[in-house]
């Protein structure tokens, strides 16, 4: 069992930045694939950032590619996103989410099996 805990959401700024944190119990941290995801009103949850347990691949959603980056720090059972560059459109819960797959990162929520409670980005136009 993993537990996640997200923290670092806010009110931003468009153009702003923001960086994210996940926190994850347990000893194997560096076994599982960590995701990011995120839910806007009356929207469905999509993918926007993974990285593989190792932190060697990486897979960003479209529409943040140059403007966000996923990172972890596997000494501290830690996984980020960096968020530059924000748009009012980029304002959602965003969630972390873990999967029993070391390297294979998937992009559906289906392919994760522990989740965050989340934490809310609203970004001011």
């Known amino acids: 069992q993993v537990q996640l805990v997200e923290s670092g959401g806010g009110l931003v700024q468009a153009g702003g930045s923001l960086r994210l944190s996940c926190n994850a119990s347990?000893?194997?941290?560096?076994?599982?694939?960590m995701g990011w995801f995120r839910q806007a009103p009356g929207k469905e949850r999509e993918f926007v950032a993974g990285?593989?347990?190792?932190?060697?691949?990486?897979k960003n959603a479209d529409s943040v590619k140059g403007r966000f980056t996923i990172s972890r720090d596997n000494t501290k059972s830690t996984v980020f996103l960096q968020m530059n560059s924000l748009k009012p459109e980029d304002t959602a819960v965003y969630l972390c989410?873990?999967?029993?797959?070391?390297?294979?990162?998937?992009?559906?929520?289906?392919?994760?099996?522990?989740w965050g409670q989340g934490t809310q980005v609203t970004v001011s136009s």
């Open positions: 990285i593989s347990g190792s932190g060697t691949s990486t």
């Open positions: 347990g000893r194997t941290f560096s076994t599982y694939t």
């Open positions: 989410a873990a999967a029993r797959t070391t390297s294979y990162i998937g992009t559906t929520r289906g392919g994760y099996d522990y």
